[in-house]
Each structure stands twice: as structure tokens, then as C-alpha cells.
């Protein structure tokens, strides 16, 4: 899971679950470089990207996405949904 920052504070905030949201939004473009989160790659300037955020366990969060592992993230998606 994409959830890697503030970990120091889970414990205290891990039983406040009642909110949580989460958005996509899909970057033609992004304006500048990012890391994505799932394998590192740098995604160039210009280039499309998934950019996610929400709330979790009472923590905000967000990270881009390369375009290649959007589309797995949709395809393992559909595939749990079969199971
Ligand atoms: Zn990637």
C-alpha cells in the first residue's frame, strides 16, 4: 500500500477510522518531475500520471502513480473483484 509517511504516528490515530476519502485525479501532464510511488521510476516532466490522495486512519496522504502501474493497479483491481 501506497502509505508510507508519518508511520510514527499510527498508533495514536489508528482507532480514529471513522473518516477516510480518497480522490484520483488523472494527469495528462504533469508539471513537474515525480517519483511514483510503486516502482520508483521518475515520471518525466510532461508525462501522464495518477495522482492519488485521501485520508487514512485520520492521516492524509498522496502520491503519484506512473501510467504503466495505474494500468496494473486497474487490471489487479478487476481481477479481486472476481475472486
Ligand atoms: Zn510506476
Known sequence: MGFLNNDEDLGRVYQNTGIHFYRLRLN???????????CGKTINKGSPSAYHSGLMEGKVYHYHDCWDCYQQSIMSNLSEENT
Open 28 to 38: 495528462k501532464r504533469v508539471r513537474k518531475e515525480h517519483i511514483c510511488m510503486n
